[in-house]
């Protein structure tokens, strides 16, 4: 979506939204001589803005490079349980239900062994993996537990009701995922 600004207040203002010092900005910023990117705008001169904005262009494209390296990871801890379920015959592999399982709520019950509606509408009762598969089953979903355990934000604690953190971050890795998986279901 595209933004216009009115004046550089405007445009300050929504710049503040980024946490300099997260970022790293912080430092540039007084590098160029000034304290805030409202000063940078209304005082700094052309070629001090245009290294701005490239500095943030090139965090943004590092962040959607560290989202796309966290989509992979998700991908391969994923992989492995589903198609461990498909080889012992008990989950008809889909794009579709590849798909569905990328939902959070969905992944956190999947890895964590929880009561779910899968199987075209069939319940499955909490502890039935553990019960069917036993010692496999919890070394083969190992990865995906632990690459949920060590997102940004994620309490187990509170399974299918993510704070804001864990479901921001993880809504940004779906929008890799489901692009690919689109494309995917394009291509049956």
Known sequence: ???YYSTSQDLAEHAAVYDLDTLGFRD?????????VHELIVKGRPHML???VLSLMQAERERTQHIQGRAVAL?????MPLVYLRDQKDWLLSVDVVHGLFALPTLERFAWDRED????GAKREAGYFVKT???AWENIILPLQTFLLSFPGYDKGNLGSQGDRASE???????QLFRTLGRLRLSR
Do not use: I, R
């Open 1 to 3: 979506m595209d933004h």
């Open 28 to 36: 540039t910023l007084f590098s160029m001589g000034v304290s805030s």
């Open 50 to 52: 245009a290294q701005f």
């Open 75 to 79: 991908v391969c801890a994923a992989v």
């Open 117 to 120: 509606t899968w199987k075209e």
């Open 133 to 135: 598969y036993g010692k």
């Open 169 to 175: 971050e993880y809504g940004q890795l779906t929008v």
